[in-house]
């Protein structure tokens, strides 16, 4: 029986899905996406998405469940067509969420990175998107991830944002807790806690 499900979502729509049922990875997954139109792309569909996330709880019901959402900001340089869209799919997904009745804990990339040393630091080139599919791999060397390809980033960061929860609750330990900027263990709660924002879920 599961006792913890912990999913972390990179939104948009290239992003993904992760779930760890006790702290391993049981489920990968691509956002699911539909087409707008020739001029607008792809976003993100929420019936779908709703049919992936109540497939989890199902196969996983009884657990203590909490959704990681990536609440991420805009982009310098990026249009304001581009602005919108991610929004509106970053909403697709966190009205999902809600209609689930599930807990939602909101974390800023630069938290959730900086944990792993996936920022950019003084005199070195920044970690690029493939940093964090090497460091998931790693951390689950025996788990056979076929699924994380080279274009994977998104699933492997969806990982690490599950990840990144189960430090803050403080359930994260052995070779899977780095510890700030990825070093040696040094867990502090309270502070993971003060960069993230948790959402409750409203009561019937």
């Known amino acids: 029986m599961t006792l913890r499900l912990t999913i972390g979502i990179d939104p948009g729509t290239s992003g993904a899905i992760a779930a760890l049922a006790d702290g391993q990875p049981v489920a990968v997954l691509d956002m699911p996406c539909k087409s707008r139109d020739q001029a607008t792309g792809r ?5 779908k998405l709703a049919s992936l996330l109540r497939g ?18 805009g982009f310098r340089g990026q249009g304001g067509a581009s602005m919108f869209a991610f929004g509106q799919s970053d909403g ?9 009745g599930l807990r939602t804990v909101e974390v800023r990339p630069q938290a959730w ?29 025996n788990s056979a991830l ?22 803050v ?6 070779e899977t807790d780095l510890g700030q900027g990825g070093q040696s263990p040094s867990h502090d709660p ?5 960069q993230a924002h948790v959402c409750s879920p409203v009561a019937p």
Not at 56 to 73: F, S
Not at 113 to 141: C, Q
Not at 190 to 194: E, I, L
Request: no cysteine; charged share 25%; proline share 4%.
């Open 56 to 73: 989890l709880l199902m196969e996983h019901r009884g657990a203590d469940v909490v959704v990681v959402h990536e609440l991420v900001g």
């Open 92 to 100: 697709i997904v966190r009205g999902v969420v809600a209609s689930l």
């Open 190 to 194: 309270a502070a993971s806690r003060a």
């Open 113 to 141: 990175k900086k944990r792993y040393g996936l920022v950019k630091r003084k005199g070195e080139p920044a970690p690029g998107k493939e940093a964090s599919r090497t460091l998931v791999i790693s951390l689950w060397p």
């Open 43 to 47: 976003m993100v569909d929420g019936a």
């Open 169 to 174: 609750d403080g359930f994260a330990t052995g």
């Open 146 to 167: 076929p699924y994380l390809r080279a274009k994977d980033d998104g699933r492997a960061e969806a990982i690490l944002l599950a990840l990144w929860h189960e430090h």
